[in-house]
């Protein structure tokens, strides 16, 4: 079992960045595969960016590919979404979620079995 936190939401105008940080505890990150979701007022939880747990390959969202970035760090048990060229459309409460079941279909929230309680992004125009 594994608990995650999330960290580093807030205001930022458009065109700003951000850094966001998924802690786990519990068990390694490596262990599993690690995705962040978000969720827009009225929307339903979107896929954004997830790392495979083996070779730490990435997946992006269209939405965010050039912009976001996901990336892991075993050291410190820690999976981080940077954030560039925010856009007022990427406002949302941000989730990190992780899975262990043996599948690439990680933009499918119903594999996650972990998942943190958020944090809130909002890119002003």
């Known amino acids: 079992q594994v608990q995650l936190v999330e960290s580093g939401g807030g205001l930022v105008q458009a065109g700003g960045s951000l850094r966001l940080s998924c802690a786990a505890s519990?068990?390694?990150?490596?262990?599993?595969?690690m995705g962040w979701f978000r969720q827009a007022p009225g929307k339903e939880r979107e896929f954004v960016a997830a790392?495979?747990?083996?070779?730490?390959?990435?997946y992006s969202a269209d939405s965010v590919k050039g912009r976001f970035t996901i990336s892991r760090d075993n050291a410190k048990n820690t999976v981080f979404l940077q954030m560039n060229s925010l856009k007022p459309e990427d406002t949302a409460v941000y989730y990190c979620?992780?899975?262990?079941?043996?599948?690439?279909?990680?933009?499918?929230?119903?594999?996650?079995?972990?998942w943190g309680q958020g944090t809130q992004v909002t890119a002003s125009s």
């Open positions: 979620a992780a899975y262990s079941k043996v599948t690439y279909s990680f933009y499918r929230t119903d594999l996650y079995d972990y």
């Open positions: 519990g068990r390694t990150v490596s262990s599993y595969v």
């Open positions: 790392i495979s747990r083996s070779d730490g390959r990435t």
